[in-house]
């Protein structure tokens, strides 16, 4: 399987895939388009992916297997935004799976359960297999300002043409977004029982963030659920209690 990811890395469709995201981001028309979902983001999510596989005692098959569902997971968007971990599942599913294929993918049941790991990764509510929370996980952790296409400044500029044009967007959208810009990083260390969701801010992160963007504690809790961990959110060295986020949780 490390072969397989290796062919990605250099395979000419992918690559393509890659710039045409890149090319939709040029022209943000969203907020979503704000941060990077191309090739950066995909190496990002694989490596994060096999680190997590690697922290819970996968065997190497299979964390290779999670590091190609990171490099393939969002290739939907070089159609668009909408539903597009399902348009990447159409995409490498076309013509009898022959991208998959021709990288030397033949295995029909790793093939299925790539494409399930792809299919759910927008949310954390169909983990059948440790591979849909590795790809899950990695995707809603890889929460940074390295992430960022523009800066804070053109981000502000963003929303306040938005508010010239009296376009209406969530509140909660832009306290999101502009809260990404004081994420360092986020980390991910599975111990003996817990799983730990350490996020390193700049001092004027909000914990609002949380209440913005609910799947920051949705799926780290749903992974740890899978894997028999108890959840832990650490912001800035300080562990969150959890009374602070229990109302954020699936219903
Ligand atoms: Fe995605
Ligand atoms: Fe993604």
């Not at 749903?222 to 028999?228: G, I, L, T």
Request: net charge negative; aromatic share 10%.
């Amino acid at each position: 399987m490390k072969e397989v990811y290796n062919r990605v890395l250099d395979d000419p469709q992918w690559l393509n895939w890659m710039g045409e995201i890149d090319e939709h981001a040029r022209v943000a028309t969203r907020e979503e388009y704000l941060c990077d979902h191309g090739q950066g983001h995909a190496v990002a999510v694989a490596e994060r992916a096999m680190d997590f596989m690697r922290q819970i005692g996968e065997g190497e098959e299979d964390v290779w297997l999670a590091g190609v569902a990171g490099l393939l997971h969002d290739v939907g968007n070089a159609v668009g935004r909408d539903h597009h971990e399902k348009e990447s599942v159409r995409m490498l599913s076309e013509d009898d799976y022959s991208f998959l294929k021709n990288l030397g993918m033949n295995d029909e049941r790793n093939i299925e359960r790539l494409l399930h790991a792809i299919g759910g990764h927008s949310d954390a509510r169909d983990i059948l297999d440790v591979v849909d929370a590795a790809l899950v996980l990695a995707d809603k952790t890889d929460m940074r300002k390295g992430r960022m296409l523009v800066s804070e400044e053109e981000a502000k500029k963003f929303f306040a043409d938005l508010d010239a044009r009296g376009q209406e967007y969530n509140k909660w959208v832009k306290l999101f977004v502009l809260n990404l810009y004081k994420v360092e990083d986020v980390n991910v260390s599975v111990v003996s029982e817990g799983l730990i969701v350490r996020y390193d801010v700049d001092d004027d992160f909000s914990l609002e963030f949380l209440e913005a963007w609910p799947k920051a504690i949705r799926v780290p809790w749903a992974v740890a659920d899978f894997v028999e961990r108890y959840f832990q959110l650490i912001v800035d060295g300080e562990e969150i209690p959890r009374i602070k986020y229990k109302h954020l949780l699936f219903p």
